[in-house]
Each structure stands twice: as C-alpha cells, then as structure tokens.
C-alpha cells in the first residue's frame, strides 16, 4: 500500500448527480493533488493544495469542486458532470509541494463513469 | 505536442524474456525523469528516479537509463513475469520548484505465459 486511500473504488453517476470523492493519506504529507487520467492519455493535473491552501487550478470546469480541509483528506465534489468527465481520479501526495523535486505517492483511484 | 512521448504504445511479451520500452523527452532545463509502474485498477507506483548526473538506475529487475545530451530515456525489464504486466510511465519534471510534471501516455506490458 502506498499510505493513499481513495474511496470509492468505483463510481457510476447520471449527468444531474451529485458525488463526492475521497482521498486519505497517513504519510504526514503537505500536499495533495488531483489528476485525471482518460484512457490513452497522460494523466492531467487537476488540483493543488498545499498546506491545505490550493495553490493550482488547472483550468478545471467549476462542475469539478475540490475541498481540503486538512492535510491529510482531500475531497473532490462533483455536479452536473457530463461523459466526457468519465475517467481514472488518482489523488496523490507529497511531503512539501514541489513535486518537481519530491516523490509523489498515488492512491489507487477512482473509476468514474457518467451516464 | 506531449513534451513527453513514449514508444511503443504497448507491447506484449513471452515471460522470461527481456524488453525495453523508450522515453523521449523535449522538458527544459531538466530536473529528473522518473519511471512509475501502473497495474490495471491501480494507481501509478515510482520504479525509478533520476537526476542529470545519474544514466543508469535499477530496481530488482527493472533498469532505467538516461541520456539526458539527447533527451532519451530508455526502461529495461529482465527476464519478464507475469506481474511485470502493467502500464509503465514515463515523467519528466523541469527545474523549478512547483508541482508541474509532464507525463507521458504510457507503454502497456503484457507478459504471456
């Protein structure tokens, strides 16, 4: 294990839904982030937070809505989403923020399929 | 364009055998290249990481190179297993002290029996 739980493992949501995912991670870590991975395509970084502050917002619809409220969870809200948002949600972490530098720790993701 | 593209796409393999799957990389100036391991379900998990000084790394029987003259990288795996069956991917990271990581799409590995 990596020291990242996501939950659920699996999700299936209509377009006018409203979910919410999860993620955990017991490492004492500073930062975490949200990446989408599509099948075939590079993983794209959604979100940063560090230090509970979010400090990058890729150019995200605002259907997708983050929440932090500690170091350690991290939450990814979502609404009305469409099915092109279907794909892979990996949350990872790192100790200070500057992945660049830092090895990043991935949780197992969440598979999402909207109908 | 990807500043990150990996070749093959995917590939599949007899187990006990070798195989080497490519990194080329456009990222400047470079920091580091690391290579994860994602299995089917999963998320990615690091195999590997390497700075400008380092050309070779291993981990068991997974071996990493780096040219960083040419911007290549190369993922070597040795006598191939059933479990080495999974997307292997290639990061590429800049000098600079963010979180930005350009990833590459991944080689798909599958191992027969």
């Known amino acids: 294990e990596t020291g990242v739980t996501q939950t659920p493992r699996h999700l299936v949501m209509g377009m006018t839904n409203k979910k919410s995912l999860k993620c955990e991670q017991h490492?004492?870590?500073?930062?975490m982030y949200w990446y989408k991975q599509s099948a075939k395509k590079p993983l794209e970084l959604m979100f940063v937070y560090n230090f509970k502050e979010q400090t990058e917002n890729n150019s995200v619809p605002s259907r997708f809505s983050p929440e932090c409220p500690n170091s350690s969870h991290l939450f990814l809200h979502l609404h009305t989403l469409q099915p092109e948002d279907s794909a892979l949600y990996l949350c990872a972490s790192s100790q200070q923020g500057f992945a660049t530098n830092e090895k990043l720790f991935f949780g197992s993701g969440t598979q999402l399929s909207v109908l | 364009k990807n500043q990150v593209e990996q070749s093959p796409q995917s590939l599949i393999i007899l187990e006990g055998k070798n195989c080497t799957l490519q990194?080329?990389?456009?990222?400047?100036?470079?920091?580091?290249l690391r290579w994860y391991k994602q299995d089917t379900g999963r998320g990615p998990v690091s195999l590997t990481i390497m700075t400008f000084s380092e050309n070779t790394k291993s981990n068991g029987r997974y071996t990493a190179t780096l040219d960083a003259d040419t911007k290549q990288s190369s993922l070597h795996i040795t006598a191939s297993q059933l479990s080495d069956s999974a997307s292997y991917i290639c990061v590429v990271s800049a000098l600079s002290n963010d979180y930005k990581l350009s990833f590459g799409a991944g080689t798909t590995v599958t191992v027969r029996a």
């Open positions: 990194c080329n990389y456009t990222v400047s100036p470079f920091s580091n």
């Open positions: 490492l004492g870590h500073n930062a």
